[in-house]
């Protein structure tokens, strides 16, 4: 993507795996809560312990899966396109299965989930439909 409008320092980019490669290093202690926990936990419409397969979609770390399952939800798969990320995931224990791969063709079975989750992933893509479109065919009829 063409970030030199935003850019005004001229920062080096990266590709998304190279990036997340280097900051899984500190990831957690860069990433405050108010980006991404402190909003989940003001989602209403969700009943979350009533949720029994969820997919994380760009897991990275685990922060999101780990959140899902202190809420209730009973099985957590994530997918991410870093294996490094997925390591550290991994180590903290709340998904039932991990998997490189692109969130917008996970492979994953259709209508395989009871709900989709994308958490701070969606800004790297430069158009989300792929990403709509996938979460709604691996969601059940009715899922969240």
């Known amino acids: ?18 990036g997340y490669k280097e900051w899984v290093k500190t990831y957690e202690a860069t990433v405050q809560d108010e980006m991404d926990l402190r909003l989940l936990s003001r989602i209403r419409a969700v ?3 009533q949720v029994e397969v969820a997919v994380d979609l760009a897991c990275g770390t685990g922060r999101t899966g780990v959140w899902l399952k202190d809420k209730g939800v009973k099985e957590i798969h994530g997918v991410d396109i870093t294996p490094e990320m997925l390591e550290f995931a991994r180590k903290r224990g709340a998904h039932e ?3 490189v791969g692109d969130i917008t063709n ?3 079975c259709t209508e395989s989930f009871d709900m989709s989750i994308v958490v701070l992933a969606d800004e790297h893509l430069q158009n989300l439909f792929p990403l709509y479109d996938e979460a709604a065919r691996i969601t059940k009829n009715n899922g969240y």
């Open 106 to 108: 996970t492979q994953l």
């Open 1 to 18: 993507m063409d970030f030199s409008d935003f850019d005004v320092h001229k920062y080096q980019t990266l590709p998304v795996e190279d």
């Open 97 to 99: 299965r991990l998997l």
């Open 47 to 49: 009943s979350w312990n």
